[in-house]
Antibody
């Protein structure tokens, strides 16, 4: 079945870096845009970043202030999120999610229909 | 402060209908498709509605979506206790060149 399996995360000191990974299976990974979304404890969903199906385009939330970098390897069916200069406010549950728009023809936010299980990042 | 505005909470009795609003601007809802998500406690969000009003095949027709101008609405009929969850709207914002979510609505079925 279609799934995204996340890895990485954990406890990290302020100012350090961390890389999250998201491995896809069960669908044609190279045809789909992938998002990262996070959720701070007790808070709502916050969009973090998106990468196009072919990796040619990336967008980030302004609040990430250039500290995040999203990348993908379509030969390995994986997407990564590298987070630098981490702050306490980056503490959250991070999700990767597939956008259901094939080949980006519906733009960058058509609907996130497959979600990873989430991975926790604690900056302390 | 979220770019999209949703009521923080709503409540209704089992069997009743509820509508959750999501208000935005011309740079987001006004010019982009809206999707809705249900998040049950301790689980990942689940897509309920995409393209403003379309449902994935596994979503029952008790859930519906609509959009008019710069606002969108999620409707849920025949409320069940299992519908108690947080609901989020989301879309693209072309001024920000970023995705945006509403702050979420906590639905209580009592």
């Amino acid at each position: 079945q279609m799934q995204l399996v996340q890895s990485g995360g954990g406890v990290v000191q302020p100012g350090r870096s961390l890389k999250l990974s998201c491995a896809a299976s069960g669908f044609s990974f190279s045809s789909y845009t992938i998002h990262w979304v996070r959720q701070a404890p007790g808070k709502g969903l916050e969009w973090v970043a998106v990468i196009s199906y072919d990796g040619s385009t990336e967008y980030y939330a302004d609040s990430m202030e250039g500290r995040m970098s999203i990348s993908r390897d379509n030969s390995k069916n994986t997407v990564n999120l590298e987070m630098n200069s981490l702050r306490s406010e980056d503490t959250a549950l991070y999700y990767c999610a597939r956008d259901r728009g094939v080949l980006g023809v519906k733009g960058y936010f058509y609907g996130m229909d497959v979600w990873g299980q989430g991975t926790t990042v604690i900056v302390s | 402060q979220s770019v999209l505005t949703q009521p923080p909470s709503m409540s209704a009795a089992p069997g009743q209908k509820v509508t959750i609003s999501c208000s935005g601007t011309s740079s987001n809802i006004g010019n982009h498709d809206v999707s809705w998500y249900q998040q049950l406690p301790g689980t990942a969000p689940k897509l309920l509605i995409y393209d403003n009003h379309k449902r994935p095949s596994e979503i029952p027709d008790r859930f519906s979506g609509s959009k008019s101008g710069t606002s969108a609405t999620l409707g849920i009929t025949g409320l069940q206790t299992g519908d108690e969850a947080d609901y989020y709207c989301g879309t693209w914002d072309s001024s920000l060149s970023a995705g945006v979510f509403g702050g979420g609505t906590k639905l209580t079925v009592l």
